[in-house]
């Protein structure tokens, strides 16, 4: 129990330390507000692909689909505008907490 806790500690430390880095990029290399495309990757299932979809509702984003040769996994683009860096980051939190087995790229 104790080496699981240790384990999730660690990966959230990893992720801050990812998020953290992918901000100082996200600021030096744009200006804000600006249209930022996020990548992910999903087990094909209209479900999978839904919950994807559903956490950019109503935010104006432009959403394609394209699933893989063997059709095992959905490839999701989607085009979006955000107002800052901490805004996309939430985005990405928000998908891997909410969407079994995505793969952000």
Do not use: C
Request: no cysteine; hydrophobic share 35%.
């Amino acid at each position: 129990m104790l080496k699981k806790q240790y384990q999730n500690m660690s990966e959230q430390s990893k992720s801050e330390e990812f998020y953290a880095k992918l901000k100082e990029q996200l600021l030096s290399t744009s200006t804000w507000p600006n249209v930022y495309l996020y990548k992910f990757i999903v087990p094909t299932s209209a479900e999978k692909i839904g919950q994807v979809e559903n956490v950019f509702n109503n935010m104006g984003a432009v959403i394609k689909t394209k699933e893989s040769k063997n059709g095992k996994y959905t490839s999701v683009s989607i085009n979006v505008r955000m107002t800052d860096p901490d805004h996309v980051i939430l985005k990405y939190k928000e998908i891997a907490e909410k969407v079994e087995g995505v793969i952000s790229l």
